[in-house]
């Protein structure tokens, strides 16, 4: 054809010489249809088929339309065939020409030339145009349904109706032949059938009575087809398998109808699907992927049908078994039809119970299947997982790892913000806290979706009843970049406002605590809503709320927005800073979930509470671990509020711990001490420890940094937060100890069931606390510890109480470690040697080299090694900047010998420590402890 | 619904479509995005992974899914809505390519690139308007045949083409 002419010079070369033969082919083209010569169709037909080749490599193409359309009339097939092609490609169907172009295509229609009339019929198909639909509407069923017209004619003419029927079908009329087109279906031509098929389908939605009858017409063509022998249908037959296609659209016709009436046509219908599903199990005729393609293309149809009766329970039971199978099978593609599959069947009465012998099934074909096919599963079919999955219990697993995926997968930041909206809005019950989390740090770290954030969480707010999960993020997210979207009359601060507080009163406290942080920003934002805002403050529900976290805030607010000047409060309420790239928070969540045991809300808990001054802190980290039922994601609380005299008793209860403490507790540490460890504790928390979780030792536990401190120290701040605080006294004598915990409640209102549980390890015995605490008031525990043998692990404490309505879980390490029962020995250089050299097994020394994490100060250093528990050996060492210790470890079993040398480099600021125990796991342990000290 | 038929370069030798929908709502930048976009997204996917893509909004929403195929050298993508069976195109897909092999006796990337128009002739046969109008590939064949010998006569009335450029 004439195109290879200009392709071949074309393909294979650079950009710019394709480009540049182009523009010359193009000029002559322009060239020749602009002549006074008048061209000949032969040439014409050329030129066009070139402007068509040139377009669809990509380039414009802005003439040439005309002379397509001419050739249209021409009465050669190749030259009208490139005519409709170019016009099905390329014309607009608002263009001008449309007047012409129909005007040959009617003469078309009316020749009754078959091959003319399938050109005209396509083209009107492929345009599809509103213009096109009044033109042809009314010819169109008159040349379906004639006895004369062609096969092939009709298989055009009732797909190109139903083309204009899908764009206007107010244009398309109902009348007296829509019975002759239901007859088509008894049609001796298959492919006739077929587009039939197609037809009825579409126009049997909006008119089911019409074409009623077309039901005992498919079942009995079905029939016909599905018993027929593979060979019967010759040409229709794909790889043994009898009309595919056909029994596919058959199938999803009598979907569009509820189970037929007539016994025998249901009879009929009832054996149909029956041969199916039994030819499913048969051995595959041929072992080509079309093959079984085919056959499960017409089963998946077969179980579709059958769940839309739900009607016949055996079928129904068989049906969900194939999906079964269809769901631990190794093609993908079958996984992702079963399981879609899988969802409506869950929805239907009958099957309820089928579906849930198959739970672990669905789980397992989501979990193991490797993650590509797990990814493209979840990610296509993430809605339609978790519908499933709210039918399986099992969802908060599910949509978390849905979340995760479609982060992993995200194509960009704006579909995976779409993404999560939609999972909250059609499962929020099942979205657990990280995730949202994790959406709000995603938007609050990148800018360029901050807008289109905002402006789709306030359309997801329009909703009348949104999840409450929806309103956290969307108070959050406009709290933060409402101003993105507020240019817009349509989402203007004050609409935004009165969208958020209509969902206010639905909500629980923390979320309308989050809101209520929510408005405080908006005043920043947009000071002409301070009036308003003040006004909501200042109303007896927030000022006078029960809940005294609320009431706390709306005072709070209230003052600030009042006294505060603008600067101040932009410089409280500004924008969140970014987070710190990290671990996804939700990975991690998921990556706990695996791990064993419990304490599970309490993951990130070692978090700086400095950190929370202007929100730093992430999200994942705010509420899993403070116990505080107002999650404090705005940031907001920490700084302003406590500066402007918040009434609560917070602060002196840290003091009485001290001050207070019973005299029971005689040989303690000298006392000044104590407020130097207090004020360290307070701040200077521990540093954020990621590799925790990950190193075996069990689940996370907050402070556990702080251990360090307790290493040297026997008393001090275990823990504290904002309802709780404990404190630490302790003593050991040889292998016991006994150890004092004070738990202060900092707040006003009375825990209940206060129950702090020891989780067991050592031989420690506990007295049972009086289950209630009062507000402001503080309650002691006693604990009696006796050490069996060496240990590593420091024992837990766990305690649960009720603060207001939730549960409050927290669980600690208890400060105590081998060291603690280490009795000094003093003895004199030569022993020392003596039994130095005794311990000269590589196993019994242990040995670290490390940097100076303080300052490098004997004085101290003397100190923490005597509170380490061992005698400093004066003149042991030659050189006197070295210390050198010796002392027993005492445990019920065995006494371990200890000797140590601490050698301090001032130069390099460095030291190295070197353990000699006759016990190998002691050295380590005892060499690991020490070393963190310095 | 289109059909679009990309090489491993990922640069579209081919776009057919069927739907009146892309062309009256959408100007040519955004069938051109479109593209891009679709071949970005088949690309990147494993080799056993699903077949079948849940449309995005460039292609017209939920109702729309993308269905493609993998031939050595080229991908095959169909965009259809969910009035048909995503087995059905899959097949669909096959039953293009065997008739593209028949036509063109083992067919190659050249002959689609060469013969543009007759690959489209061979769709039109198969797939109208975005819906599937004959399966058969036999009666497709016959039809091309058909069109081939007129074209043949036509053409052998006029003068060769070589002459004529």
């Known amino acids: 054809m004439s195109t290879f002419v200009l392709a071949a010079p074309i393909a294979g070369k650079s950009k710019e010489a394709e480009i540049k033969r182009i523009n010359k082919e193009l000029a002559n083209i322009r060239s020749k249809f602009k002549g006074d010569k008048a061209l000949d169709g032969y040439s014409k037909k050329k030129y066009v088929c070139k402007l068509l080749f040139i377009f669809l490599l990509g380039h414009d193409i802005d003439f040439g339309h005309m002379e397509a359309v001419n050739l249209l009339s021409s009465n050669k097939y190749t030259e009208k065939q490139i005519g409709y092609l170019f016009i099905s490609v390329l014309v607009n169907s608002n263009s001008e020409l449309i007047r012409l172009i129909n005007n040959a295509i009617k003469n078309d229609l009316a020749s009754r030339n078959p091959t003319f009339m399938c050109l005209a019929l396509h083209c009107i198909a492929n345009v599809g145009s509103r213009e096109m639909a009044e033109a042809f509407a009314s010819e169109i069923p008159r040349i379906l349904v004639a006895g004369d017209t062609m096969d092939s004619v009709k298989q055009s003419a009732a797909l190109c109706l139903l083309r204009l029927y899908k764009t206007s079908p107010d244009l398309v009329p109902m009348g007296e032949w829509t019975s002759r087109v239901v007859h088509l279906l008894n049609d001796q031509h298959m492919g006739v059938v077929t587009a039939a098929v197609s037809l009825i389908t579409c126009l049997c939605k909006k008119n089911p009575d019409d074409f009623k009858t077309c039901v005992s017409l498919a079942v009995s063509r079905l029939s016909r087809i599905v018993s027929s022998a593979s060979t019967d249908l010759q040409d229709y037959t794909y790889y043994f398998v009898p009309a595919p296609w056909l029994s596919v659209k058959l199938l999803r016709l009598l979907q569009c109808y509820p189970p037929p009436e007539d016994a025998a046509v249901k009879g009929r219908l009832v054996e149909c699907l029956e041969t199916v599903l039994n030819k499913a199990q048969e051995p595959p005729k041929s072992k080509k992927v079309q093959h079984s393609n085919a056959k499960n293309a017409i089963l998946f149809e077969a179980i579709s049908l059958i769940i839309h009766y739900d009607s016949e329970p055996n079928l129904l039971v068989r049906a969900c078994n194939q999906l079964g199978q269809f769901l631990q099978h190794r093609e993908t593609n079958l996984r992702y039809l079963a399981l879609e599959s899988m969802c409506t069947l869950a929805s239907s009465e009958f099957s309820h119970e089928a579906v849930k012998t198959h739970i672990e099934t669905v789980i397992n074909a989501l979990k193991v299947r490797g993650v590509g096919v797990k990814c493209s599963l979840l990610i296509q079919n993430h809605k339609t997982k978790s519908s499933l999955l709210q039918h399986l219990d099992s969802a908060s697993n599910a949509s978390l790892s849905v979340a995760i995926l479609a982060e992993k997968y995200a194509v960009d930041y704006s579909w995976y913000v779409d993404t999560i909206l939609n999972l909250i809005r059609i499962a929020g019950d099942y979205v657990s806290e990280e995730v949202w989390y994790r959406v709000i740090q995603i938007v609050i770290n990148r800018d360029d979706v901050q807008g289109y954030a905002a402006k789709t969480v306030f359309e997801a707010l329009q909703a009348p009843a949104c999840h409450e999960n929806m309103v956290k993020v969307g108070g959050y997210i406009l709290g933060e970049f409402g101003n993105l979207i507020a240019g817009d009359p349509r989402s203007s601060p004050l609409v935004q406002f009165n969208l958020l507080h209509s969902k206010f009163h639905l909500c629980s406290v923390a979320t309308r605590a989050l809101l209520l942080s929510t408005y405080i920003k908006f005043i920043n934002l947009f000071p002409e809503t301070k009036a308003t805002i003040q006004e909501v403050l200042r109303s007896d529900s927030q000022i006078r709320n029960a809940d005294v976290e609320l009431q706390q805030r709306a005072v709070e607010y209230l003052k600030l927005s009042s006294i505060a000047s603008t600067d101040v409060l932009a410089t409280v309420l500004e924008e969140m800073p970014p987070f710190p790239e990290r671990e996804s928070s939700i990975l991690a969540k998921l990556k706990k979930k695996k791990g064993p045991g419990a304490g599970s809300e309490l993951d990130d808990g070692k978090k700086e509470p400095g950190a929370e001054i202007n929100g730093g802190m992430e999200p994942s980290a705010s509420t899993a671990s403070t116990p505080s039922p107002s999650a404090d994601l705005l940031g907001l609380r920490a700084a302003p509020p406590a500066s402007l005299a918040a009434p609560t008793s917070a602060g002196n209860l840290l003091v009485d711990v001290f001050s207070d403490s019973p005299a029971a507790a005689p040989g303690l540490a000298p006392g000044t001490d104590e407020n130097f460890l207090r004020t360290e504790c307070l701040l200077m928390p521990p540093p954020y420890q990621p590799g925790e979780s990950k190193a075996g030792l069990g689940p996370p536990v907050p402070w556990a940094g702080e251990m360090g401190w307790f290493v040297c120290k026997n008393n001090g701040v275990l823990f504290e937060n904002q309802l709780l605080q404990i404190g630490v006294k302790s003593e050991f004598r040889q292998n016991l100890g006994r150890m004092y915990l004070f738990y202060g409640n900092k707040t006003s209102v009375q825990f209940q069931s206060f129950t702090p549980t020891r989780l067991p390890q050592l031989n420690i015995q506990t007295k049972a606390v009086d289950p209630l605490v009062e507000g402001g008031a503080q309650v002691q525990q006693v604990l009696n510890i006796e050490c069996l043998s060496d240990f590593t692990l420091a024992p837990l404490i766990n305690i649960k109480f009720r603060y207001g309505g939730t549960l409050q879980n927290i669980t600690l390490k208890l400060p105590i470690t081998l060291n603690k029962f280490f009795q000094a020995t003093e003895m004199q250089s030569q022993d020392f040697f003596q039994r130095w050299k005794q311990l000269s097994l590589p196993q019994q020394e242990s040995q670290k080299i490390f940097k100076a994490n303080h300052p490098m100060d004997p004085e101290v250093t003397k100190a923490k090694l005597l509170g380490f528990g061992s005698a400093l050996l004066d003149k042991v060492d030659p050189n006197p900047d070295n210390f050198v210790g010796a002392g027993i470890i005492q445990t019920k079993s065995l006494q371990v010998g200890c000797l140590l040398r601490l050698e301090p480099n001032a130069q390099a600021q460095m030291y190295r420590l070197t353990l000699r125990t006759s016990k190998e796991a002691v050295s380590r342990h005892l060499c690991e402890l020490l070393s963190e000290q310095f | ?165």
């Open chain 2, 1 to 165: 619904s289109f059909t679009g038929l990309a090489n491993q370069t990922f640069c579209t030798v081919l776009l057919y479509k069927n739907s009146p929908s892309l062309k009256t709502r959408e100007s040519e930048d955004i069938q051109q995005q479109i593209i891009r976009e679709t071949f970005h997204l088949v690309s990147k996917r494993d080799e056993n992974v699903c077949n079948f893509l849940e449309g995005g909004l460039l292609i017209g929403g939920s109702d729309n899914k993308l269905i493609y195929r993998h031939y050595a050298t080229l991908y095959f993508v169909f965009c259809v809505d969910s009035s048909e069976s995503e087995l059905g195109i899959l097949d669909l897909i096959q039953v293009f390519v065997e008739t593209l092999d028949k036509c063109f006796e083992n067919v190659c990337e050249l002959d689609l690139i060469f013969h543009v128009d007759k690959v489209h002739n061979i769709l039109a046969e198969m797939v109208m308007g975005g819906m599937v109008l004959e399966t058969n590939m036999n009666e497709i064949v016959t039809q091309i045949d058909a069109q081939n010998k007129l074209e043949k006569s036509e053409t052998f009335i006029f003068q060769s083409p070589r002459q004529d450029r």
